[in-house]
Each structure stands twice: as C-alpha cells, then as structure tokens.
C-alpha cells in the first residue's frame, strides 16, 4: 500500500534551517509529482512546494520561495524540503502529498517549531 513517512522536524530558532525528508513506497515514486503541504494551529492547510516526477520542475508558495529549497532522489524514493531562514510563522506540521489517479495521499506529518 502507498506509504508516505515524513521525517526531519524540530525545534529551531528564527534564522534556523531544517531539512525535511519523505520517504515513499507502495507505488512507482518516479513516475509522479509531489508536494509539500503545511498546517498551521487554527489555519487551513496550505500547498507550499511542489516538484515534478522527474525534479526537473518546481514551484513554491510566496510564503517560502527564496528561503526553501524541494528537490528528491528517485533511487531513494525521497522528496525533501530544505527549509532556511525559518521564521516563527513557518510553524506547522508538514505534510508530504502525492496524487496517484483519482486519490491523494498525506504522510502523517511532521511538526516545525520556530521559537527562541
């Protein structure tokens, strides 16, 4: 079954990095797009980066782009996000997201603190 497992969260001060890892199995991870996703306490969840199955193409939400980084590795089936200069307003869990047909699946995510 398709299995999305979100790693690599964490307390961290402003100005801080954190590298966020999602490891995929249940499907064939190369042939597919996929996305990051965050959710802030008392917010909706928001699309924030998004990598095509090749890695060849990404976007990202105006809130990061600048400050973070998707890419994956295809013979580790791994997405990642590395994430700079984090802010106190990047705090969420983060979610890993991929569509396959019809269906979406979410990791179970992983939570990112920013505070001093």
């Known amino acids: 079954q398709v299995q999305l497992v979100e790693s690599g969260g964490g307390l961290v001060q402003p100005g801080g990095s954190l590298r966020l890892s999602c490891a995929a199995s249940?499907?064939?991870?190369?042939?597919?797009?996929m996305s990051w996703y965050r959710q802030a306490p008392g917010k909706e969840r928001e699309l924030v980066a998004h990598?095509?199955?090749?890695?060849?193409?990404?976007n990202y939400a105006d809130s990061i782009k600048g400050r973070s980084t998707i890419s994956r590795d295809n013979a580790k089936n791994t997405v990642y996000l590395q994430m700079n200069s984090l802010k106190p307003e990047d705090t969420a869990v983060y979610y890993c997201?991929?569509?396959?047909?019809?269906?979406?699946?979410w990791g179970q995510g992983t939570q990112v603190t920013v505070s001093s």
């Open positions: 997201h991929a569509v396959l047909g019809s269906y979406g699946y």
């Open positions: 249940g499907f064939t991870f190369s042939t597919y797009a």
């Open positions: 990598i095509s199955s090749g890695g060849g193409s990404t």
